[in-house]
C-alpha cells in the first residue's frame, strides 16, 4: 500500500486515525494506542508483503530477544556472542533477499559458470527495518539505550507504518521514550496533517510528473538522444527522486506526528549545497548518520585507514541502494569526491560558495546519470553525449523541444520548490497570525483537491524507494 | 489563540479525508467495467484465494479496482488532463511528446482475474494529427516471432501460411517526425527472418511506402485507412496468388466528422477540434453478409450485419463500421466461389483489410486472438479453411501483451 493511494487515504488513514483518537479520548492508555498502532502497522506491511510479514515479525523477535540477553550479559562474552547473532542473522537475511541474486550472476559472469539462479522477490522496506535493528542493538550493546522489555513495543518499534517501508531509518533513541508515553495534542496533529498535505503534494504533483518528463528524454533511444536533452532529461530525474523521496519523508514525520510521535529530518534542502561533503549532510540525513555512527567511526573513523575508511562507507552505502554494479559505482564515485574535497577542494569552496555550488550541481548530475542506468555500457552511452562527444547527436532536437513545452510551468515550479523560500514566506506570514492561518488551511484544502484530481490520471506509481 | 489558529489546519485535512472516504466508498457501489474514455476494461472485483493472497496479487487488485471505479473517474480524468495541459505552454510549432499506457485493445479477463500491467507507449501529438512512435525492442521481436513459428509448426501442411506486419504512420511521416521514432522496417525485416520458411510473408511497408502521399492513415486515430488496408490487400493477394480488383471498380463513401480512438483516448483537446472524414468502400451490391460471434452470460451469441456496417454508432462516423469491430470471431461471406477459405488471426488492423480481401475468397473467419475462447483446431476444420493470415501492427513487437494472447490462443487449440 503506498501513501498516494486511495486505498491508504479513504480507508485506511481514517480507520486507523478514527480508531486511535476514539481510545486516546477515551483511556489515554499508551499500551492500547500500541496495540492499535502495531495491529494497523502489520496489516499495512501484509497488504504489500502478505508472506514476508513473518520475516518482519521474526526478526523482531530474534533481535528483542538478543537485546534482552545483550542487557542481562552485559560487559560479557555471551552480550557480544547475542550481538554478532543478531547481526549475523540479520544481515544474511538482507543480503539473501537483496543479494543473493546479484552475487550470483556476478559469480556466474567473472568465472563463467552457470550456477543456478535464485529468484527471491525484495520485501518492502528490509533495508529500513534491518538498519533498525541493528542501530539499536549496537546503542544497547554500547549502552547508548535502554533495553526494551515489551516484544510488542519492539515490534512496533520496527514495523511502525508511517516509516515502516521508505524510511528515515528512526534510531531506537529517538523514539524509545515515545513508545512508553506520549501527548497528542491538536498543535501535532496539525503540523503532522500540513506536512503529510505537503509531502502527498511532492509525490503527486511534482515527483510523478518530473518522472515522466525525464522517462521521455532518459528511456528513449539513446542514439536520438541530444546534448540538451541529456542535460535536462538528468535535472528532471533529480527533482524526481529529491521530490520523491523527500515527500515521502514528508508524509512519514507527518504521518508520525499525528500518531505523537517525533522523527528526525531527512532532507534539508540538498540541491543549495555547495559541496559534497554538504549535499550528504542534507539528502537522507538518516541513512548518513547511520553509516558514519555504525561502520566509519567503528573503523577508526579519521583516525586511522580514513581512506578505506570513507571507500568503505561508501561503498556499502551503493550497496544498500541497490544489487547491482552501477550502484556501488554510484557509491564509489561518491566516495571518491568526498576525499578529493577532503584534500582539496573543500577549504576553496568554503570561500566560493558560488563555485561550490556550480561543482556540486554538475557532479551530482552525473552521480544521478550513474544511479538511473544500472547497464554500465547505456550509462556510457549517456555521459558522451553529456558531454557532447557521442557521434551524430544534435545539440537540441524534438524531444527535448517538447518536453521543455509541455513542462515549461513545472520546471521553475520544481526548482523554486527545492529551495526553502516557500518555508521562508511562510514564515514571514506567520507574524500575520490570521492571514497566516487562513493561508495554510486554504493551502491543505488546494493541494489534497489538486491530489486526488491528479491521482485519478495517474497510474500505479510507487515511491522509488520502496526498492531499497 | 494558537489552537484556534490550526483549526483551518484541521477542517482541511478532514475535508480531505472525507473526500478520500466518499470516493473510496463510491467505488464500490460503482458498477462499470469498461472505461469508453480509456478504452480498456476495468478491474473486476477481486475474487480471494489462497494462490491470489500470497502472491500479492488480491491486494493489488483492490488497489487498481478502488483506483478504476471512483465516482465520476471521467470528469476527473478530463480535470487531471486539463491540469497537465496548464503545466505547459506553447512556443510556436507544438509538436509534444507525451508517455501514456500502452493500448493494445480492450479485451475480456476473468472475473477476478488481475490486469495486466499496462506497458508504456508514447505518441508525438501535433497540431492535427496524433502519431504512435514505435519502439524498437529485439527480445520483444524474437519473442513475437517464435510464438508465429509455433504456429507454423501446427498448421496442417495443406493450410497455406502468410504473416502481415503492418507498419504505424510515423514511418511515412515528415523526416522530423520519423526521428523521434525507432526504425520500423528494420524491426518488420527482424522478424520476418526469423520466421519459419513455411510463413509467406507480406511486404506490406513497400506497399504503403510508395502510396506515402495518400491518406493511408487517420490523423486522429492508430488505424490505417480503407484507402490504407486496400494497398495491404493489393500486396496480399499477390503473396497469395490472386489479384484484387482495381480500385476504380469500387464506389467510394464519405463519412464526415471522424474523431479516431488516439484523439479521443489522449484527451488532446486541440486535436478534437480536427475530426477527419471517414472513407469506405464497395463494389456495387457487394456489401457482404457478416456474423458477429460474442460471449454472454457464459453462451455464444451472434447476430449479422453487412460487413460495411454504418449503423455500428448510430450512423456516426466510427472504425467499427468495417465488420462491426471486434467480435472473438466473425464469419464473413466472400464474392469468390472458389472454395478457398481465409481464416485471418487479426488485430484491429484486419478490420478495415478483411472487406478487401472477399473477392479473393468464398468465406473469410476472422479471429481476435485477444477475446477468442473457441478451440482453434475446432473452428479451422468447421470452416474448412484453405488459407490461414495472421496480421498485426508492428505495435505488437513491441510489448509482451499481444504475443502472450497470440500463445494462449495457440496452446488451447492442443
Not at chain 2, 497455406?160 to 523526416?175: R, T
Not at chain 2, 460487413?307 to 467480435?327: C, E, L, P, V, W
Request: overall charge negative; some cysteine; charged content about 15%.
Amino acid at each position: 500500500m503506498v501513501f498516494s493511494n486511495l486505498i491508504f487515504l479513504g480507508i485506511f488513514l481514517p480507520i486507523v486515525l478514527g480508531s486511535y483518537y476514539l481510545v486516546y479520548a477515551v483511556c489515554k492508555n499508551v499500551s492500547v494506542l500500541n496495540v492499535i498502532l502495531l495491529a494497523a502497522s502489520l496489516f499495512f506491511y501484509a497488504w504489500g508483503e502478505p508472506v514476508w510479514v513473518v520475516v518482519l515479525a521474526a526478526t523482531a523477535l530474534l533481535d528483542y530477544w538478543n537485546g534482552r540477553c545483550i542487557a542481562v550479559y552485559k560487559g560479557t562474552w555471551k552480550a557480544k556472542a547475542a550481538l554478532f547473532t543478531s547481526i549475523f542473522i540479520d544481515l544474511g537475511i538482507l543480503f539473501c533477499f537483496k543479494y543473493l541474486v546479484f552475487a550470483v550472476e556476478s559469480i556466474n559472469q567473472c568465472l563463467s559458470l552457470a550456477l543456478p539462479v535464485p529468484s527471491l522477490t525484495l520485501p518492502i522496506g528490509i533495508s529500513f527495518y534491518t538498519f533498525q535493528s541493528l542501530s539499536y542493538l549496537l546503542d544497547l550493546y554500547w549502552g547508548k539505550v535502554a533495553v526494551q522489555t515489551k516484544y510488542s513495543n519492539y515490534l512496533l518499534y520496527l514495523s511502525m507504518f508511517p516509516q515502516l517501508v521508505a524510511g528515515p531509518i528512526v534510531r531506537y533513541s529517538d523514539i524509545a521514550a515515545q513508545l512508553q508515553q506520549r501527548v497528542l495534542t491538536l498543535h501535532g496533529f496539525c503540523y503532522g496533517a500540513g506536512r503529510f498535505m505537503c509531502g502527498l503534494g511532492k509525490k503527486v504533483i511534482l515527483a510523478n510528473y518530473a518522472g515522466e518528463a525525464a522517462v521521455l528524454l532518459l528511456d528513449g533511444n539513446m542514439d536520438q538522444l541530444s546534448v540538451a536533452g541529456a542535460w535536462l532529461g538528468i535535472l528532471l530525474y533529480a527533482f524526481q527522486i529529491y521530490f520523491d523521496f523527500s515527500g515521502y519523508s514528508d508524509m512519514a514525520i507527518g504521518l508520525g506526528r499525528m500518531f505523537g510521535f517525533m522523527y528526525q529530518e531527512n532532507f534539508r534542502y540538498p540541491y543549495l549545497s555547495c559541496s559534497i561533503t554538504e549535499f550528504w549532510r542534507r539528502w537522507h540525513i538518516s541513512l548518513g548518520f547511520f553509516f558514519r555512527d555504525y561502520v566509519y567511526i567503528p573503523l577508526g573513523g579519521n583516525r586511522r585507514f580514513q581512506l578505506r575508511n570513507i571507500m568503505v562507507v561508501w561503498a556499502l552505502t551503493g550497496l544498500w541502494h541497490g544489487a547491482s554494479w552501477n550502484f556501488v559505482c554510484w557509491g564509489l564515485y561518491y566516495g571518491c569526491l568526498l576525499l578529493l574535497e577532503k584534500t582539496w577542494l573543500l577549504s576553496f569552496f568554503r570561500r566560493h560558495t558560488g563555485w561550490g555550488w556550480c561543482w556540486t550541481a554538475v557532479a551530482v548530475l552525473i552521480g544521478w546519470s550513474v544511479f538511473y542506468y544500472t547497464d554500465l555500457s547505456q550509462w556510457l552511452q549517456f555521459f558522451c553525449t553529456l558531454l557532447g562527444l557521442a557521434p551524430d547527436s544534435s545539440w537540441l532536437d524534438l524531444r527535448t523541444r517538447s518536453v521543455l513545452q509541455q513542462y515549461a510551468l513545472l520546471l521553475p515550479v520544481l526548482a523554486l520548490a527545492s529551495t526553502p523560500v516557500p518555508a521562508q514566506l511562510m514564515t514571514r506570514l506567520q507574524k500575520r497570525q490570521r492571514l497566516f492561518s487562513a493561508v495554510q488551511a486554504a493551502g491543505v484544502l488546494l493541494l489534497g483537491v489538486l491530489c486526488l484530481i491528479l491521482l485519478v490520471g495517474q497510474s500505479y506509481n510507487p515511491f522509488l524507494y520502496f526498492r531499497f | 489563540m494558537r489552537q484556534k489558529n490550526q483549526y483551518g489546519v484541521l477542517v482541511s485535512f478532514l475535508i480531505f479525508i472525507v473526500c478520500c472516504v466518499l470516493l473510496a466508498a463510491g467505488a464500490m457501489q460503482n458498477p462499470q467495467t469498461v472505461s469508453q474514455q480509456e478504452n480498456r476494461l476495468l478491474q473486476s472485483k477481486p475474487i480471494f484465494s489462497a494462490e491470489s493472497y500470497l502472491s500479492g496479487a488480491y491486494f493489488r487488485q483492490w488497489e487498481s479496482y478502488i483506483s478504476d471505479h471512483i465516482l465520476h473517474r471521467d470528469k476527473l480524468l478530463q480535470l487531471s488532463a486539463q491540469i497537465e495541459q496548464g503545466m505547459g505552454c506553447s512556443f510556436g510549432n507544438a509538436a509534444q511528446i507525451i508517455e501514456t499506457s500502452a493500448d493494445i485493445g480492450v479485451s475480456e479477463d476473468k472475473d477476478g482475474a488481475e490486469s495486466a500491467p499496462q506497458a508504456r507507449e508514447q505518441l508525438l501529438v501535433l497540431e492535427d494529427r496524433l502519431l504512435e512512435l514505435y519502439t524498437h525492442d529485439t527480445q520483444q521481436c524474437a519473442a513475437y516471432a517464435a510464438v508465429l513459428n509455433g504456429y507454423a509448426r501446427w498448421l496442417p501442411e495443406q493450410i497455406e501460411f502468410y504473416h502481415m506486419l503492418i507498419p504505424m504512420a510515423v514511418a511515412f511521416s515528415e523526416e522530423t517526425y520519423q526521428q523521434v521514432s525507432d526504425d520500423q522496417q528494420q524491426a518488420i525485416a527482424e522478424v520476418y527472418q526469423q520466421l519459419d520458411e513455411r510463413i509467406g510473408t507480406v511486404d506490406v511497408y513497400h506497399a504503403l511506402e510508395q502510396h506515402q502521399t495518400e491518406d493511408i492513415y487517420f490523423r486522429t486515430d492508430h488505424h490505417w485507412t480503407a484507402l490504407g488496408a486496400y494497398y495491404g490487400a493489393e500486396a496480399f493477394a499477390e503473396q497469395a496468388g490472386w489479384t484484387l480488383p482495381a480500385l476504380e471498380s469500387y464506389e467510394m463513401y464519405t463519412m464526415d466528422s471522424y474523431l479516431g480512438q488516439l484523439a479521443l483516448n489522449h484527451l488532446t483537446p486541440q486535436l478534437q477540434q480536427h475530426p477527419e472524414s471517414l472513407t469506405y468502400y464497395l463494389r456495387p451490391g457487394h456489401n457482404q453478409k457478416s456474423t458477429m460471434y460474442f460471449y454472454e452470460n457464459g453462451q455464444t451469441k451472434s447476430f449479422t450485419a453487412p460487413m460495411i456496417n454504418i449503423d455500428f454508432n448510430q450512423k456516426k462516423a466510427d472504425y467499427g463500421i468495417f465488420i462491426s469491430g471486434d467480435y472473438p470471431y466473425t464469419v464473413i461471406e466472400g464474392e469468390a466461389k472458389n472454395g478457398r477459405v481465409l481464416a485471418v488471426v487479426k488485430d484491429s488492423y484486419g478490420n478495415a483489410l478483411i472487406p478487401w480481401l472477399t473477392t479473393g475468397y468464398e468465406r473469410i473467419l476472422a479471429i481476435d486472438p485477444r477475446t477468442c475462447q473457441e478451440n482453434l483446431q475446432q473452428l479451422l476444420t468447421q470452416y474448412q479453411v484453405t488459407d490461414f493470415l495472421l496480421l498485426d501492427y508492428v505495435k505488437v513487437t513491441m510489448t509482451a501483451a499481444y504475443g502472450q494472447q497470440l500463445k494462449a490462443l495457440l496452446d488451447a487449440a492442443g
